[in-house]
């Protein structure tokens, strides 16, 4: 069975950095074609695609938010890190990690999401 | 980036009818060697995460009734939902995954109960 858990602050206040943990079990982040992502979702909103790490460290972002934003993964812990700097009241949102789609080969759909973590960010 | 438009931005269909839900990409997602349309449904409901319903544009994920299909190719799909039962109420999302991230989704579509 395959699941997916985010855990975090769930409030920061402006100006600071946010590290989000994505922990997931039913699958290898070392097995090739593996990929977890990260969207973010502002209350009452579309879901906005972050960032997305493979199985072989290849990372990719949205250039929206490139320079803020840093993924990486600990395959020990099973765990995806997302971690996204300089917060603005305007990040407050839901962020979700997900897992990409499998179809006789792996592909960037989400097949797999986890509950949600709210952020707040305020002073 | 590909940009995904949805249409409309709501609607309310009465219970038992054909709700139908459209998604248009700012250029093609099908990738013309495998002809395959890079192109996901997904259902949202209140305090929910996205749900999967359907991949390669027309493909039901496994557990999705089949009342949910997708149809379309290039740079125009469409979702419908035939026989609308209570539990469809959600929100519904189109995203590409096609060539290089980031792999958009549209603004979302409100379905509601006449």
């Known amino acids: 069975q395959i699941t997916l858990k985010e855990s975090g602050p769930t409030l920061v206040k402006p100006t600071q950095t946010l590290t989000l943990t994505c922990t997931f079990s039913?699958?290898?982040?070392?097995?090739?074609?593996?990929?977890v992502g990260w969207i973010r979702q502002p209350p009452g909103k579309a879901l906005e695609w972050l960032a997305l790490?493979?199985?072989?460290?290849?990372?990719r972002y949205s250039p929206s938010l490139k320079s803020r934003l840093t993924i990486t993964k600990d395959t020990s812990k099973n765990q995806v890190v997302l971690t996204m700097t300089n917060m603005d009241p305007v990040d407050t949102a839901t962020y979700y990690c997900?897992?990409?789609?499998?179809?006789?080969?792996?592909?960037?759909?989400?097949?797999?999401w986890g509950q949600g973590t709210l952020v707040t960010v305020s002073s | 980036d590909i940009v995904m438009t949805q249409s409309p931005d709501s609607l309310a269909v009465s219970l038992g009818e054909k709700a139908t839900i459209n998604c248009k990409s700012s250029?093609?997602?099908?990738?013309?060697?495998?002809?395959?349309?890079?192109l996901a449904w997904y259902q949202q409901k209140p305090g929910q995460p996205p749900k999967l319903l359907i991949y390669?544009?027309?493909t039901r994920e496994s557990g999705v009734p089949d009342r949910f299909s997708g149809s379309g190719s290039g740079t125009d799909f469409t979702l419908t939902i035939n026989s609308l039962q209570a539990e469809d109420v959600a929100v519904y999302y189109c995203?590409?995954?096609?060539?290089?991230?980031?792999?958009?989704f549209g603004q979302g579509t409100k379905l509601e109960i006449k």
């Open positions: 997900a897992l990409r789609g499998y179809s006789s080969g792996w592909y960037s759909y989400f097949q797999h």
């Open positions: 390669w544009a027309s």
């Open positions: 039913g699958f290898s982040l070392t097995s090739s074609g593996v990929g």
């Open positions: 995203q590409h995954y096609y060539s290089t991230p980031p792999y958009t």
């Open positions: 250029q093609s997602v099908l990738y013309s060697s495998n002809n395959k349309n890079y």
């Open positions: 790490i493979y199985w072989d460290d290849d990372k």
